[in-house]
């Protein structure tokens, strides 16, 4: 698409306009320190209404790439920049604002290098020797400023008359901008003086930026004096009204022409913990109990689905360590259900990592189950949670779109949760919406033709292959359906389609697709 300028970017750098890309199928883990109280401010004041964040673990992942031939909304120097120290440990109290702001700072620094959010938390954690409290904080922060990184990068091209060098201070900036301007209808986690005097002392923290004190107090306070003039000017731009890159607001729009507006609130949203009911050990009824018992409100939004009215670390989860419920989102609870697996089956799960929808499986009938995945690292996550839940399978490395790895034993079910541009799960994953390109659709699309297309000689004749994405690009979902069923004469059976992310009372899951087909009989 043609636009008058190009779209913003997460690494200034002259060029094209496209999103992130997505490398293959490996997808990193979430990080720990998950739904943390944050840092105490000034004098040991807690900050108000502060945002608890626990991204769940994916069942169809992602591992962006380091963005290519983006173009740049703010204005940038052509000067020679030194290598900025993300890794330096600021000397600075762990308990202190400061410390969580610069730790998020460098989150937002590795991810404009083409690091997903929660590898980039994992490594800031380490580096920093961030304690419990601290990693909950800069999640938190990192998290908030990822979801708001449209309009705050917009205000500061507003006040700047270039793009703040090195990276990691522009995203210290743009995360104080996010604790200053938060959502409508929701409360700043900190006084604005808090925020300011904290961001400056923190820019004093670090060497690659301690000459820049003067110009994040001056920007800060700028904003806090023209609020609404700023907000006025940038908010005309798409970009910053929604958050997301320009191409990205016009795909949902062409695609979803009566929904796209509520698509893309819906990506902005905080999203639930959503919990996946063991029941070989326990029922929804008797769990709901259990969680009223321990002081935690939830309500049932699936057939095995609870959401915890606030979200927790999984430590604190009632049964959690001993398999009595997983992490699930519901939209990706309903794939073993359709895949309507009975005991003695053999059943292939490709693409598994990290493990959830295999655990579901397993939790449904006895099967002979093979967890298939690309990465040999992300397996060791697939046989811990079968681990945690009493279960077994045989799990596999190998990639889906090869033969290598098959004793030649056709299965009766087979899924195949295929690698795609993540789209659906954006209010989980907000760095997707600017590690993504537009062309990385076509690619991923084609990448998951010769999947389904290998798996399907794999399945036996009246066996059924459950296809799921979570994208809400149809070229990635009913486009390819459609061309599947066309090329292999496979029978179209009842599935849900196309889900858009949705959240409401009974109702709370990710954007995802489903399609079921069965293979002819003998």
Not at 38 to 57: D, I
Not at 294 to 308: F, N
Not at 457 to 473: A, N
Request: charged residues 25%; hydrophobic residues 40%; contains cysteine.
């Amino acid at each position: 698409m043609t636009e008058k300028r190009p779209t913003l970017t997460l690494k200034p750098k002259a060029g094209g306009r496209n999103g992130g890309k997505k490398a293959g199928p490996a997808r990193p883990g979430g990080a720990s320190g998950k739904g943390q109280t944050a840092p105490r401010g000034p004098g040991g004041t807690p900050p108000r209404g502060t945002q608890q964040v626990e991204p769940a673990p994916r069942d169809a992942g992602y591992a962006p790439s380091r963005p290519k031939d983006e173009g740049a909304r703010l204005r940038h120097s052509h000067e020679v920049k030194a290598h900025v120290q993300l890794d330096y440990s600021p000397d600075l109290r762990t308990d202190s604002l400061a410390f969580a702001l610069l730790g998020a700072a460098s989150s937002l620094a590795r991810v404009r290098a083409g690091t997903a959010l929660p590898q980039a938390l994992a490594e800031v954690f380490q580096a920093y020797d961030a304690p419990p409290q601290a990693r909950g904080a800069i999640q938190d922060i990192a998290y908030r400023a990822m979801r708001q990184l449209g309009r705050s990068e917009i205000l500061l091209g507003l006040m700047t008359s270039k793009a703040p060098e090195p990276a990691m201070l522009a995203g210290l900036l743009e995360c104080a901008l996010a604790l200053l301007d938060p959502p409508e209808g929701s409360e700043p986690p900190y006084e604005a003086f808090t925020v300011v005097d904290q961001a400056v002392f923190a820019s004093s923290a670090h060497p690659d930026f301690a000459h820049a004190r003067a110009m994040v107090n001056a920007v800060l306070r700028r904003f806090l004096r023209e609020r609404e003039k700023l907000l006025g000017a940038a908010l005309r731009d798409q970009v910053a009204q929604w958050n997301y890159p320009q191409w990205w607001i016009d795909s949902v729009r062409t695609a979803y022409p009566d929904d796209w507006q509520a698509i893309l609130q819906a990506g902005n949203r905080q999203p639930p913990l959503t919990l996946r009911v063991n029941r070989r050990r326990t029922d929804v009824d008797t769990y709901l109990k259990t969680l009223a018992a321990a002081g935690m409100r939830a309500e049932q939004v699936g057939p095995s689905a609870v959401r915890l009215a606030q979200a927790v670390n999984v430590a604190q989860i009632p049964g959690f360590a001993d398999g009595l419920v997983s992490v699930q989102d519901a939209g990706a609870q309903l794939a073993a259900p359709l895949l309507d697996v009975h005991d003695g089956m053999r059943v292939l799960d490709a693409c598994a990592a990290p493990g959830g929808k295999s655990g579901h499986i397993l939790e449904s009938a006895d099967v002979d189950l093979t967890a298939l995945d690309a990465d040999a690292r992300r397996l060791v996550r697939v046989d811990q949670n079968l681990q945690r839940l009493g279960l077994s399978a045989t799990v596999k490395a190998g990639a889906a779109e090869a033969v290598d790895w098959w004793d030649g034993r056709q299965y009766d079910r087979i899924l195949a949760d295929v690698p795609c541009t993540a789209s659906g799960i954006v209010r989980r994953h907000p760095d997707i919406r600017w590690l993504r390109r537009k062309s990385d659709t076509h690619q991923l699309a084609t990448l998951s033709g010769k999947i389904l297309d290998n798996l399907w000689q794999m399945l036996r004749p009246d066996g059924k292959l459950l296809f799921v994405t979570c994208s809400l690009w149809p070229q990635e979902s009913e486009a390819q359906a459609a061309a599947f069923a066309a090329r292999h004469g496979a029978v179209r059976l009842d599935a849900p389609g196309q889900l858009l992310p949705r959240s409401g009372a009974g109702q709370d899951h990710d954007g995802l697709f489903y399609a079921l087909f069965q293979k002819a009989g003998a």
